[in-house]
């Protein structure tokens, strides 16, 4: 018996041990022509086994030949009373190599070898011992078909022999072994057709032939095992349909098909296999109604149809029987999926993603107490969902992506503790993210990408500890990051693309790095790592009512949600006030022009007058006397005019209106001129003196008859004054939204006011000074009503352009702010004062504020203007104030540069001299009417 020693290279070294020692033995052994009766020979069968097998682990050392009984082996057990080895017992012992047959079958006591979790290889032995009742070689290398004989081991009970690489058909007989209960083949690569005659006497009652490469029908007779109680044939390729006779299997509690090629519509005779707990058609080429007569499985506990070709409803059943899981997933059902009153709630999950549903989900889905997951992706399920989800407080997965809800994200999301995926993505949610998903704290992943969400991140996300994964790309989500969002520890996708997000990005190592392509395409957003910007911003940049400390503030959290509706309503007064504010801006007089004339006289003889006699002996002091003296200093004729101890003549009587940057006080020049005197309220900010008295120059260098010029300045270390000419007339936002109707501006009035501001803006950048501010209330009109533009280039006066500071000066937010403000690697140029110089256009033409706070919305001018010209209804939005003659064709023209001057992305604004050019060609072809009516 040679080939019995032809052993695995691995085992040669016990081997060539093996045939030394044993060599006679293993004669005897061979050669022995009645089985082995001594307890001797259990012995030596087992050590002839051994040999075959590398034993890396050692599991077998302690088999020895020179034991008398291997009764005592590890993972041997003995018949007590004969003393015969009856059962092996080695599962997951790392053993490798082949069984050998004759060892095997000298081992004619055995009931029961159990090999499985090894590593045997090789064919299966084409005998078994003798009396063998239960196998089990699962989940081992075993290779080769099935040996025919195995159809003749009668007192085979059990036979396990899955998860191995066995090949070929499955013999035919087989099902005839009058004591098999339970035949496990799955997980081969068994091929072919399975063989019939499945007698009525069968035994059997656990066949698994899934994951195999069987092809053919299902054999017909099956059913004729009558005791079958699980029949798995799932993950073949078998054709047909099922076969009639399985309706005798009353006993069936799990019929598996799923994953083959059957067809055909189902017979409605399944119902009678009223034993049926499980029940897998999944992934087959079944069609046609699902049939009612399936509700005859009483005991129905799953159910998965899923991935075939049924039409028609969703069976009512479905949602009647006490069923725990159900999936139809992947057909083409269509319809209402209505949840009675009746519904058994038993479900624990549920699949009807992939269908063709309509219809509303009703809020009676939160009978389903005890789902736990809910898929109803890609149908076409519309409406709201409903706040009765709050009742599904198992929920752990919710799926409704792909469909056309609408309405808002339900608050009672948030008391779906349980919940971790919850995703919604592709529909048409609107509203905001509600503040309670913070309390969905076990929440993994939450997709609500691709809707119509507006409002802020809620700061409550940051609670969300868990969270793995957040997209709400594709959304139109507004304001700035919560910074809390920094907290989340377990993120690794955070996409918030195609938004209209703002600000700084959260300071953590993931925000650090966050790729590009998850922030990309947003209002601007900024990554205080390395300052870059992202998205093309579509927006302009509009105050946020919810943030106290204006729309850039970095380490502001922007204070949350809509819900706090009473906060935000308190911010909108606060923000009242903060315009009200603005409209006396600096170098601005807000009083009439013979009620300031009134009082100019009376104040003339005292404030200056009184100032001007210190100043001559200051003056001739030397700059390093001090810090509470300084110089005033007077550009051109008026430079010893005047004198000021500077914070006398600061008398709040003469107060006329406070900015970003200071306070405006009204005075009179010795020689009768009156002027505006701003006090910097910066002063911490300011730079050296040197500095400031350079700046200051070159503003005051610049003159032009649409400029308020800057007529001089005052300096110490605690206070800087500028002196301005005093413009009489009021400011244009004072005209044009705090004048009755009567003496609202003229279509005229407005032409000119926009080209006057416009050659005041090319002025300002020809002298390379870029106003930074401006706004209606920063253009005073004079007394012939010629636009003055005031307030220009203060920024220069501090010590280095920083955006986040500026913003906070100036209150460009309220609308005029070109987006790559919020951008710091984005350099500012002079196209900041075009697009503000656009806003200005529309705010002239429609007489509205550019940023509008409705009691719940935010109307953004250049977004109001730009949809009602797309829309084709520009007219609506011009002032119906409007007076003079003027034609529509003409302002679409005006309207239209506005826009364009407003485009988001500063290289696509004309400079200020083509805007000039522009103008005037809109001028000229109306020619002297439009003087005449000047005039
Ligand atoms: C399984 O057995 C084969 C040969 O029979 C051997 O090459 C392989 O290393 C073994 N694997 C393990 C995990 O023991
Ligand atoms: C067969 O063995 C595999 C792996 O050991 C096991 O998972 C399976 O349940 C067994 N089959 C039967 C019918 O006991
Ligand atoms: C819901 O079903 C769809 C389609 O069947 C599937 O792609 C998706 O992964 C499921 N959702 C979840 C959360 O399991
Ligand atoms: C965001 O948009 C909402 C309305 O869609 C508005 O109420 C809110 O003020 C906006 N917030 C910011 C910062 O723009
Ligand atoms: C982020 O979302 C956008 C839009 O949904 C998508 O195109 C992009 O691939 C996503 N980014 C990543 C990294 O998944
Ligand atoms: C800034 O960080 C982002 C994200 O890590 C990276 O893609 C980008 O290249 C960085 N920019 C610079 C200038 O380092």
Known sequence: MIPLLSLSSSAAAMAAAARLLFLPFLVLLATAAEPATSVNDDVLALVVLKSGLSDPTGRLASWSEDADRACAWPGVSCDPRRGRVDALDLSEASLSGRLPRSALLRLDALRSLALPGNNLSGPLPDALPPNVRALDLSGNALSGAIPASLASCGSLVSLNLSGNRLTGAIPDGIWSLPSLRSVDLSGNLLSGNVPGGFPRSSALRALDLSRNLLEGDIPADVGEAGLLKSLDLGHNSFTGGLPESLSGLSALSFLGVGGNALSGELPAWIGEMAALERLDLSGNRFVGVIPDGISGCKNLVEVDLSRNAFTGELPWWLLGLPLQRASVAGNALSGWVKVSDDAAGTLQTLDLSGNEFTGAILPEIGTFAKMQYLNLSSNSISGQLPASIEQMVLLEVLDVSGNQLDGNLPPEIGSVVALQKLVMGRNSLTGGIPAQIGTCSSLITLDLSHNKLTGEIPMTMGKLTSIQVVDLSENMLNGTLPMELANLASLSVFNISHNLLSGSLPISSFFDSIPDSFISDNAGLCSSKNNSCYGVMPKPIVFNPNSSSGPLSEDAPSSSSNQHHKKMLLSISTLIAIVGGAVIVIGVVTITLLNLRARAKSSRSALPTALSDDYHSQSTQSPENGANSGKLVMFGRGSSDFSADGHALLNRDCELGRGGFGTVYRAVLRDGQPVAIKK????????????????????????????????????????????????????????????????????????????????????????????????????????????????????????????????????????????????????????????????????????????????????????????????????????????????????????????????????????????????????????????????
């Open 680 to 935: 910097l309220t910066v002063s911490s900010l300011v730079k050296s003196e040197d500095e400031f008295r350079q700046q200051v120059k070159l503003l005051g260098k610049v003159r032009h008859h649409n400029i308020v010029s800057l007529r001089g300045f005052y300096w110490t270390s605690s206070l800087q004054l500028l002196i301005y000419e005093f413009v009489p007339g009021g400011n244009l936002h004072q005209h044009l939204h705090e004048c009755s109707e009567e003496s609202s501006l003229s279509w005229v009035e407005r032409f000119d006011i926009i080209m006057g501001v416009a050659r005041a803006l090319v002025h300002l950048h020809r002298h390379g000074v870029i106003h930074f501010n401006l706004k209606s209330s920063n253009v005073l009109l004079d007394t012939n009503g010629e636009p003055r533009v005031g307030d220009y280039g203060l920024v220069n006066l501090l010590p280095m352009l920083d955006r986040y500071v500026l913003s906070s000066k100036i209150q460009s937010a309220l609308g005029y702010m070109a987006p790559e403000f919020t951008c710091r690697t984005v350099k500012i140029t002079e196209k900041c004062d075009v697009y503000g110089f656009g806003v200005l256009i529309l705010e002239i033409l429609t007489g509205r504020r550019p940023v509008q706070y409705l009691e719940d919305d935010v109307i953004v001018l250049s977004d109001l203007v730009r949809a009602a010209l797309e829309e084709g209804r520009l007219e609506d939005c011009l002032d119906p104030r409007l007076s003079g003659e003027f034609s529509m064709e003409e302002a679409s023209v005006i309207i239209k540069l506005g826009l364009v001057c407003t485009s988001q992305v500063p290289s696509q604004r004309p400079d200020m001299a083509e805007v000039v050019a522009m103008l005037e060609m809109v001028r000229i072809p109306q020619g002297s009417s439009s003087e005449d009516e000047l005039v």
